[in-house]
């Protein structure tokens, strides 16, 4: 039963299923994946999303920090990333989207790279950090963020290949598929 339930996981996080609005819905509500994950998952795809990569990491044993407390500025304002990787200064933003629950959505996709190029400079431990924003589950799809995946296609926007080398200039690592998440490990 636990291995079927973490193919299922696997195969949701990884884009190698794309549910519809009801499967996608019974997926999330499923209470046998919320007792194998032991996560409140709320039928939210980013919480089972930010799971999924944890335990990448576990298996490739990478020690990390689940949303770490970052503190800015006055020590007031912090950010809260999913995942901070310490021997490598390396933030890791998990994106998905979903049907059913606000949340992820381009525009706060876009924004990602705004908020660290602008905050990171404001600490004194972090300010050299990069991030790597991570896509996973229904983000796979969206013709938005394969274009930042695909950015180095020849046929891909200019624009889009621009925003990506901007965003490298300041504290973006890259923007990937979840799939490709060992090449940064």
């Given amino acids: ?13 990884s884009g190698k299923s794309r549910l519809s609005i009801d499967e996608e819905k019974r997926f999330l509500s499923d209470i046998n994946l919320h007792k194998y994950t032991g996560v409140n998952l709320s039928k939210n ?9 944890g335990m990448l990491l576990n298996n490739k044993g ?49 924004h990602a790279a705004r908020k660290y190029s602008t905050k990171l400079g404001l600490t004194k431990d972090y300010k050299n950090a990069k991030v790597l ?30 925003f990506v080398e901007f965003t490298k200039q300041y504290n973006i690592l890259d923007w990937i598929n979840i799939n490709d998440i060992d090449k940064y490990l």
Avoid at 139 to 162: P, R, W
């Fill in 1 to 13: 039963m636990e291995k079927e339930i973490f193919n299922k996981i696997e195969c949701y996080c």
């Fill in 45 to 53: 795809s980013g919480k089972i999303s930010e799971w999924y990569v």
């Fill in 62 to 110: 990478v020690e990390y920090i689940a949303q770490p407390t970052i503190r800015y500025g006055n020590n007031k304002r912090y950010l809260q990333p999913d995942f901070y990787i310490p021997n490598k200064n390396l933030f890791i933003e998990v994106k998905s989207r979903t049907y059913n629950c606000g949340g992820t959505s381009s525009e706060k996709i876009d």
């Fill in 133 to 162: 924003v991570v896509f996973c589950a229904g983000e796979l799809f969206e013709d938005s963020t394969l274009q930042l995946i695909n950015y180095k296609n020849k046929d891909s926007a200019q624009y889009v290949k621009d």
